[in-house]
């Protein structure tokens, strides 16, 4: 009998102390993860005390903000849909997304929290959150929504040197003002807008071939030597076509990049071998988490393994071209766009430029910091080159303009089935000293250089002309 109930104690002592560590992890430990969880009924209530922050553009533009009239908030965005789906809402009926929900803990005063905002948040008092002044520049980010307007796709403008996001736009999008009362009709609406396209994944298309580049840079192959296109090959017993079956003729490394030859990239891709390529892929950033503010889905080279260790000869050759099993997001190819430009080093991309209390102190402030380097500057300086040659005689000359050396490539990626491809266009400029770096993705837009081409072109012709990438 004794010893049944010193099992029993046992038993209860144990549970005690699970139970014990499960409160300490849970409220000490994860207690800012359970908080910012938008689906916590704890900071829903906490928004009927705090005034929650403000969201501005790089040049103070106000992007949202919480009003008050006769006690009653609310929360206004003054313009419209065209920062949607990426600012995101913020409702008591709905809860947060997007940017209103990633940054609510500063938004809403909690993550480095002022000495007042402390002790008004432990005895429950009214106060005001922290504003958020992000990179983007609202000038460049309208000139893509308007692009893409009517359209299904996505923009996206980085500053090579710093990461800075300068536009980053997602169609078809949602007017956020009035979400509640229009929740039904938009949750109904087709082409999904509360879908962030710029981090959703894609085929690439011949937008691949850029990283391609690099895996046959170093397997020795001379740029300098002719392969003749005839329209098609076959290797390992697979077809593979040239778009419209055209026949480029004799083409070295830089027009076979500059005419988007399917066939040139195919073979040497496999000729490179599938651990140079591989090796290509995983520095560029495939299948890793990119250190972002917000989250991006791991791009990936097969459904099975992200990047695997190995990739059979059929399936090296159509990724060498961007089909296959080959899914980025539009925001990675601005990555690898923007790493190309910035003599292969790829910067860690952000969108927060700094977080102030409600007196104007600067409690945060992002440094810029790079993230991986995917090339060598002399690698990197041989794809500009190949792309500088798509703009000025290929593929990508409809992004040209005139006095402004771009750099650039197209994509007509296959979706599947009998879909008409999704249009790419991927682009940086001035090529000798870049100042702007954008990834344009049409969905099922046809050619790159005829839907999203002059996308990225305003994009870029914006940002050069009222200098987009600086504060005022």
Same mark, same amino acid.
């Given at each position: 009998?004794?010893?049944?109930?010193?099992?029993?104690?046992?038993?209860?002592?144990?549970?005690?102390?699970?139970?014990?560590?499960?409160?300490?992890?849970?409220?000490?430990?994860?207690?800012?993860?359970?908080?910012?969880?938008?689906?916590?009924?704890?900071?829903?209530?906490?928004? /009927?005390?705090?005034?929650?922050?403000?969201?501005?553009?790089?040049?103070? /533009?106000?992007?949202?903000?919480?009003?008050? %009239?006769?006690?009653? *908030?609310?929360?206004?965005?003054?313009?419209?849909?065209?920062?949607?789906?990426?600012?995101?809402?913020? +409702?008591?009926?709905?809860?947060?997304? @997007?940017?209103?929900?990633?940054?609510?803990?500063?938004?809403?005063?909690? #993550?480095?929290?002022?000495?007042?905002?402390?002790?008004?948040?432990?005895?429950?008092? &009214?106060?005001?959150?922290?504003?958020? !002044?992000?990179?983007?520049?609202?000038?460049?980010?309208?000139?893509?929504?308007?692009?893409?307007?009517?359209?299904?796709?996505?923009?996206?403008?980085?500053?090579?040197?710093?990461?800075?996001?300068?536009?980053?736009?997602?169609? &078809?999008?949602?007017?956020?003002?009035?979400?509640?009362?229009?929740?039904?009709?938009?949750?109904?609406?087709?082409?999904?807008?509360?879908?962030?396209?710029?981090?959703?994944?894609?085929?690439?298309?011949?937008?691949?071939?850029?990283?391609?580049?690099?895996?046959?840079?170093?397997?020795? !192959?001379?740029?300098?030597?002719?392969?003749?296109?005839? @329209?098609?090959?076959?290797?390992?017993?697979?077809?593979?076509?040239?778009?419209?079956?055209?026949?480029?003729?004799?083409?070295?490394?830089?027009?076979?990049?500059?005419?988007?030859?399917?066939?040139?990239?195919?073979?040497?891709?496999?000729?490179?071998?599938?651990?140079?390529?591989?090796?290509?892929?995983?520095?560029?950033?495939?299948?890793?988490?990119?250190?972002?503010?917000?989250?991006?889905?791991?791009?990936?080279?097969?459904?099975?393994?992200?990047?695997?260790?190995?990739?059979?000869?059929?399936?090296?050759?159509?990724?060498?071209?961007?089909?296959?099993?080959?899914?980025?997001? &539009?925001?990675?190819?601005?990555?690898? %766009?923007?790493?190309?430009?910035?003599?292969?080093?790829?910067? %860690?991309?952000?969108?927060? =430029?700094?977080?102030?209390?409600?007196?104007?102190?600067?409690?945060? *402030?992002?440094?810029?910091?790079?993230?991986?380097?995917?090339?060598?500057?002399?690698?990197?300086? *041989?794809? *500009?080159?190949?792309?500088? +040659?798509?703009?000025?005689?290929?593929?990508?000359?409809?992004?040209?303009?005139?006095?402004?050396?771009?750099?650039?490539?197209? =994509?007509?990626?296959?979706? =599947?089935?009998?879909?008409?491809?999704?249009?790419?266009?991927?682009?940086?400029? &001035?090529?000798?000293?870049?100042?702007?770096?954008?990834?344009?993705?049409?969905?099922?837009?046809?050619?790159?250089?005829?839907?999203?081409?002059?996308?990225?072109?305003?994009?870029?012709?914006?940002?050069?002309?009222? #200098?987009? =990438?600086?504060?005022?």
């Amino acid at each position: 009998m004794k010893k049944g109930l010193r099992y029993i104690a046992i038993g209860f002592s144990i549970s005690f102390i699970f139970l014990s560590f499960g409160l300490v992890y849970w409220q000490v430990v994860r207690s800012d993860a359970l908080l910012q969880n938008p689906a916590n009924r704890r900071l829903i209530l906490m928004e /009927e005390r705090v005034v929650r922050g403000g969201i501005f553009d790089r040049n103070g /533009e106000i992007l949202a903000q919480t009003q008050i %009239t006769d006690d009653k *908030k609310t929360r206004v965005y003054p313009k419209g849909e065209v920062l949607e789906p990426l600012l995101g809402y913020a +409702t008591l009926q709905h809860g947060s997304a @997007g940017m209103e929900a990633s940054f609510g803990d500063w938004l809403l005063g909690i #993550k480095d929290a002022t000495a007042e905002q402390e002790i008004k948040k432990l005895f429950q008092l &009214p106060r005001k959150g922290n504003d958020v !002044v992000l990179t983007l520049d609202y000038r460049l980010q309208k000139v893509a929504y308007e692009g893409l307007k009517d359209k299904s796709g996505t923009a996206v403008a980085l500053n090579p040197k710093t990461g800075e996001v300068l536009a980053l736009v997602s169609q &078809p999008s949602f007017d956020p003002n009035a979400l509640d009362q229009n929740w039904g009709e938009l949750s109904k609406k087709p082409g999904s807008p509360f879908l962030n396209r710029a981090f959703a994944l894609y085929p690439p298309g011949s937008t691949m071939k850029v990283i391609t580049s690099a895996a046959i840079l170093r397997s020795g !192959v001379n740029t300098g030597d002719l392969y003749n296109c005839t @329209g098609s090959t076959v290797i390992n017993g697979q077809v593979i076509p040239e778009q419209n079956d055209k026949a480029h003729g004799w083409v070295n490394y830089d027009t076979a990049l500059a005419d988007s030859c399917n066939t040139y990239f195919a073979n040497f891709g496999v000729q490179s071998g599938d651990q140079q390529f591989l090796k290509a892929v995983k520095e560029f950033g495939f299948g890793q988490t990119i250190p972002f503010e917000l989250s991006v889905p791991p791009s990936q080279i097969t459904n099975q393994s992200p990047v695997p260790k190995q990739l059979n000869t059929n399936l090296l050759a159509a990724s060498s071209f961007g089909q296959g099993e080959v899914l980025v997001s &539009p925001f990675h190819m601005a990555l690898v %766009t923007a790493g190309i430009a910035n003599h292969g080093v790829m910067m %860690t991309p952000h969108i927060v =430029g700094q977080v102030m209390d409600d007196q104007q102190n600067v409690l945060y *402030k992002t440094n810029p910091q790079p993230w991986l380097t995917a090339l060598s500057t002399e690698e990197a300086d *041989k794809i *500009k080159s190949a792309m500088i +040659t798509a703009v000025n005689e290929g593929t990508a000359s409809p992004g040209g303009i005139a006095g402004i050396q771009v750099a650039a490539k197209t =994509g007509s990626a296959e979706p =599947g089935g009998n879909s008409k491809t999704h249009g790419w266009y991927i682009a940086f400029a &001035p090529a000798d000293n870049p100042q702007i770096a954008v990834a344009v993705m049409v969905e099922h837009g046809g050619t790159g250089g005829g839907a999203a081409a002059p996308i990225a072109r305003a994009m870029i012709e914006t940002a050069l002309s009222q #200098k987009a =990438g600086e504060s005022k």
